[in-house]
Protein backbone atom coordinates (compact mmCIF):
# COMPACT_ATOMS: atom_id res chain seq x y z
CA UNK A 1 0.00 0.00 0.00
CA UNK A 2 2.79 2.32 0.77
CA UNK A 3 4.08 2.40 -2.45
CA UNK A 4 0.96 3.91 -4.15
CA UNK A 5 1.25 6.90 -1.01
CA UNK A 6 2.36 10.21 -2.96
CA UNK A 7 4.21 11.66 0.04
CA UNK A 8 3.32 14.98 -0.94
CA UNK A 9 -0.21 14.39 -0.20
CA UNK A 10 0.25 13.37 3.23
CA UNK A 11 -0.13 15.70 6.71
CA UNK A 12 2.12 14.01 9.32
CA UNK A 13 0.95 15.05 13.09
CA UNK A 14 0.72 14.62 16.94
CA UNK A 15 -0.67 15.79 19.54
CA UNK A 16 0.06 16.99 23.17
CA UNK A 17 -2.40 17.25 25.89
CA UNK A 18 -3.45 18.03 29.53
CA UNK A 19 -5.70 17.89 32.25
CA UNK A 20 -8.07 20.52 31.56
CA UNK A 21 -7.87 22.01 35.40
CA UNK A 22 -4.15 22.19 36.75
CA UNK A 23 -5.49 20.09 39.92
CA UNK A 24 -8.27 17.47 40.81
CA UNK A 25 -9.69 20.14 43.37
CA UNK A 26 -10.60 22.51 40.22
CA UNK A 27 -12.43 20.04 38.31
CA UNK A 28 -16.40 20.52 38.46
CA UNK A 29 -17.96 18.57 41.09
CA UNK A 30 -19.90 16.33 38.79
CA UNK A 31 -16.68 15.43 37.09
CA UNK A 32 -15.01 14.70 40.02
CA UNK A 33 -17.56 11.59 40.52
CA UNK A 34 -16.54 10.32 37.22
CA UNK A 35 -12.65 10.66 37.76
CA UNK A 36 -13.53 8.41 40.61
CA UNK A 37 -14.95 6.20 38.56
CA UNK A 38 -12.38 5.92 36.25
CA UNK A 39 -9.48 5.62 38.45
CA UNK A 40 -11.22 1.97 39.33
CA UNK A 41 -10.06 1.00 36.34
CA UNK A 42 -6.50 3.38 36.22
CA UNK A 43 -5.32 2.08 39.35
CA UNK A 44 -7.07 -1.55 39.29
CA UNK A 45 -9.07 -1.15 42.57
CA UNK A 46 -12.34 -2.18 41.00
CA UNK A 47 -14.40 -3.48 44.26
CA UNK A 48 -12.85 -0.12 46.52
CA UNK A 49 -13.34 2.97 47.01
CA UNK A 50 -10.98 5.43 45.62
CA UNK A 51 -9.80 8.13 48.20
CA UNK A 52 -9.43 11.85 47.67
CA UNK A 53 -5.68 11.47 47.82
CA UNK A 54 -5.64 8.45 45.49
CA UNK A 55 -8.16 10.66 42.75
CA UNK A 56 -5.83 13.53 42.80
CA UNK A 57 -2.30 12.10 42.19
CA UNK A 58 -4.20 9.61 39.31
CA UNK A 59 -5.62 12.65 38.04
CA UNK A 60 -2.07 14.85 37.60
CA UNK A 61 -0.61 11.51 36.03
CA UNK A 62 -3.21 10.12 33.58
CA UNK A 63 -6.05 12.85 33.09
CA UNK A 64 -4.46 14.38 29.86
CA UNK A 65 -4.68 11.29 28.12
CA UNK A 66 -8.29 10.70 28.61
CA UNK A 67 -10.43 13.37 26.52
CA UNK A 68 -12.97 13.76 28.63
CA UNK A 69 -10.79 15.34 31.48
CA UNK A 70 -8.15 16.86 29.05
CA UNK A 71 -7.57 19.15 26.68
CA UNK A 72 -4.98 19.69 23.27
CA UNK A 73 -2.60 22.47 24.02
CA UNK A 74 -0.47 21.31 20.75
CA UNK A 75 -1.27 20.13 17.50
CA UNK A 76 2.15 19.89 15.00
CA UNK A 77 1.57 18.66 11.61
CA UNK A 78 4.46 17.98 8.62
CA UNK A 79 4.37 17.68 5.29
CA UNK A 80 7.15 16.96 2.35
CA UNK A 81 7.23 19.44 -0.33
CA UNK A 82 9.36 18.92 -3.73
CA UNK A 83 11.97 21.32 -4.90
CA UNK A 84 10.89 22.66 -8.19
CA UNK A 85 14.58 23.08 -8.80
CA UNK A 86 16.58 19.33 -7.91
CA UNK A 87 13.29 17.39 -7.80
CA UNK A 88 14.26 16.76 -3.97
CA UNK A 89 11.68 16.22 -0.94
CA UNK A 90 12.08 19.10 2.19
CA UNK A 91 10.13 18.79 5.10
CA UNK A 92 7.97 21.95 6.91
CA UNK A 93 6.57 21.90 10.08
CA UNK A 94 4.10 23.99 11.67
CA UNK A 95 2.30 23.86 15.13
CA UNK A 96 -0.82 24.72 16.19
CA UNK A 97 -0.25 25.29 20.24
CA UNK A 98 -2.52 27.76 22.28
CA UNK A 99 -3.65 28.00 26.02
CA UNK A 100 -7.03 28.55 24.41
CA UNK A 101 -7.96 24.74 23.15
CA UNK A 102 -10.52 26.02 20.59
CA UNK A 103 -8.95 28.33 18.63
CA UNK A 104 -5.98 26.14 17.95
CA UNK A 105 -8.83 23.40 16.51
CA UNK A 106 -10.00 25.91 14.59
CA UNK A 107 -6.95 27.00 13.46
CA UNK A 108 -6.10 22.61 12.41
CA UNK A 109 -9.48 22.26 11.11
CA UNK A 110 -8.80 25.32 9.00
CA UNK A 111 -5.84 23.51 7.54
CA UNK A 112 -7.60 20.29 7.20
CA UNK A 113 -10.73 21.40 5.33
CA UNK A 114 -8.41 23.40 3.11
CA UNK A 115 -5.70 21.27 1.71
CA UNK A 116 -6.64 17.44 3.69
CA UNK A 117 -10.36 17.56 3.05
CA UNK A 118 -10.93 14.39 0.17
CA UNK A 119 -9.63 11.01 2.04
CA UNK A 120 -9.43 9.43 -1.63
CA UNK A 121 -6.55 12.22 -2.23
CA UNK A 122 -4.79 13.02 1.07
CA UNK A 123 -3.47 11.30 3.86
CA UNK A 124 -2.95 11.75 7.77
CA UNK A 125 0.03 10.12 9.22
CA UNK A 126 1.00 9.49 13.39
CA UNK A 127 2.09 7.19 15.46
CA UNK A 128 -0.77 5.44 17.00
CA UNK A 129 -3.30 8.06 15.39
CA UNK A 130 -6.26 5.58 14.93
CA UNK A 131 -6.03 4.93 18.32
CA UNK A 132 -5.34 8.20 20.31
CA UNK A 133 -4.79 11.15 18.32
CA UNK A 134 -7.38 11.28 15.64
CA UNK A 135 -10.38 10.21 17.95
CA UNK A 136 -8.92 12.85 20.93
CA UNK A 137 -8.93 15.48 18.15
CA UNK A 138 -12.52 14.41 16.88
CA UNK A 139 -13.57 14.20 20.56
CA UNK A 140 -12.24 17.61 21.45
CA UNK A 141 -13.77 19.13 18.39
CA UNK A 142 -17.28 18.23 19.69
CA UNK A 143 -16.79 19.05 22.97
CA UNK A 144 -15.88 22.67 21.65
CA UNK A 145 -19.16 22.32 19.71
CA UNK A 146 -16.90 22.76 16.18
CA UNK A 147 -17.23 20.68 12.91
CA UNK A 148 -15.41 18.04 11.90
CA UNK A 149 -14.21 17.86 8.82
CA UNK A 150 -14.97 15.81 6.25
CA UNK A 151 -12.23 13.61 6.63
CA UNK A 152 -12.27 13.20 10.10
CA UNK A 153 -15.79 12.66 10.13
CA UNK A 154 -14.93 8.92 11.04
CA UNK A 155 -17.83 7.82 13.35
CA UNK A 156 -19.12 4.61 12.75
CA UNK A 157 -17.18 4.28 9.36
CA UNK A 158 -15.81 0.62 8.83
CA UNK A 159 -11.93 0.17 8.45
CA UNK A 160 -11.41 -0.02 4.54
CA UNK A 161 -13.46 3.49 4.90
CA UNK A 162 -10.59 4.84 7.04
CA UNK A 163 -7.16 4.14 4.63
CA UNK A 164 -6.00 7.43 4.75
CA UNK A 165 -5.16 7.35 8.20
CA UNK A 166 -1.82 5.95 7.89
CA UNK A 167 -0.67 4.39 11.52
CA UNK A 168 3.13 4.05 11.66
CA UNK A 169 2.70 1.55 15.07
CA UNK A 170 -0.47 -0.48 13.13
CA UNK A 171 2.04 -0.65 10.08
CA UNK A 172 5.13 -1.70 12.49
CA UNK A 173 2.61 -4.49 14.17
CA UNK A 174 2.23 -6.64 10.82
CA UNK A 175 -1.31 -8.17 12.25
CA UNK A 176 0.50 -8.38 15.62
CA UNK A 177 -1.60 -6.61 18.30
CA UNK A 178 -0.10 -7.76 21.55
CA UNK A 179 1.89 -5.24 22.41
CA UNK A 180 2.61 -1.46 21.93
CA UNK A 181 6.17 -0.05 20.32
CA UNK A 182 7.37 3.36 21.07
CA UNK A 183 8.41 5.94 18.55
CA UNK A 184 11.68 6.08 20.67
CA UNK A 185 12.62 2.53 20.51
CA UNK A 186 11.78 2.30 16.93
CA UNK A 187 13.97 5.46 16.04
CA UNK A 188 16.87 3.66 17.72
CA UNK A 189 16.55 0.45 15.87
CA UNK A 190 16.04 2.19 12.67
CA UNK A 191 19.00 4.64 13.70
CA UNK A 192 17.42 8.09 13.86
CA UNK A 193 17.46 10.44 16.33
CA UNK A 194 14.87 10.00 19.14
CA UNK A 195 12.31 12.82 19.69
CA UNK A 196 12.40 12.14 23.78
CA UNK A 197 15.91 13.66 23.68
CA UNK A 198 14.79 16.73 26.31
CA UNK A 199 10.94 15.70 27.84
CA UNK A 200 8.52 13.11 27.20
CA UNK A 201 4.94 12.71 27.39
CA UNK A 202 4.36 12.10 31.18
CA UNK A 203 6.60 15.66 31.73
CA UNK A 204 4.05 17.84 29.34
CA UNK A 205 1.40 18.50 31.89
CA UNK A 206 4.04 19.64 34.34
CA UNK A 207 5.54 21.42 32.20
CA UNK A 208 2.44 23.79 31.00
CA UNK A 209 0.83 23.89 34.45
CA UNK A 210 4.06 24.38 36.64
CA UNK A 211 6.61 25.72 34.09
CA UNK A 212 3.87 27.79 31.47
CA UNK A 213 6.36 26.69 28.76
CA UNK A 214 4.10 26.00 26.09
CA UNK A 215 7.16 26.60 23.21
CA UNK A 216 9.13 23.67 24.76
CA UNK A 217 6.09 21.87 24.70
CA UNK A 218 5.65 22.61 20.86
CA UNK A 219 9.56 21.91 20.27
CA UNK A 220 8.95 18.14 21.83
CA UNK A 221 5.86 17.90 19.78
CA UNK A 222 7.29 18.44 16.46
CA UNK A 223 10.22 16.62 17.26
CA UNK A 224 7.93 13.67 17.57
CA UNK A 225 6.34 14.44 13.91
CA UNK A 226 9.96 14.46 12.39
CA UNK A 227 10.59 10.88 14.02
CA UNK A 228 7.37 10.00 12.32
CA UNK A 229 8.39 11.25 8.89
CA UNK A 230 11.49 9.67 9.24
CA UNK A 231 10.42 6.40 10.18
CA UNK A 232 7.86 6.47 7.41
CA UNK A 233 10.52 7.43 5.09
CA UNK A 234 12.59 4.21 6.56
CA UNK A 235 9.11 2.06 6.06
CA UNK A 236 9.19 3.15 1.97
CA UNK A 237 13.24 2.08 2.69
CA UNK A 238 14.45 5.72 1.24
CA UNK A 239 16.78 8.09 2.44
CA UNK A 240 16.10 10.53 5.61
CA UNK A 241 15.77 14.22 4.43
CA UNK A 242 19.06 16.26 5.65
CA UNK A 243 18.10 18.43 8.45
CA UNK A 244 19.41 21.19 6.89
CA UNK A 245 15.78 20.86 4.84
CA UNK A 246 13.89 20.75 7.63
CA UNK A 247 12.12 24.12 8.75
CA UNK A 248 9.31 25.22 11.16
CA UNK A 249 6.82 27.92 10.40
CA UNK A 250 5.74 27.93 13.94
CA UNK A 251 6.29 31.55 15.17
CA UNK A 252 6.61 30.41 19.06
CA UNK A 253 7.40 34.62 19.56
CA UNK A 254 3.25 34.51 19.42
CA UNK A 255 2.92 31.57 21.93
Known amino acids: MLNNVNLGSILFLDIECVSTTKDYKDLDENLKKFWKLKCRGILKKYDEEITEEEAALAYTDKAGIFAEFGKIVC ?26 EKKLLQEFSGLVEQY ?19 PYICR ?16 GK ?57 KRITTYCEKD ?23 SATDFEAL
Open 225 to 247: VLATINLFMKYKRMDLIPEEKTS
Open 116 to 134: YNNPAKSYFCGHNIKEFDM
Open 75 to 100: ISVGFLVKSSEKGDWHIRLKSFADRD
Open 140 to 155: RLLINQLPLPNSLDIA
Open 158 to 214: KPWETKHFLDTLTLWKFGDYKHYTSLSLLAAVFGFPTPKDDIDGSEVGRVFWEEDDL
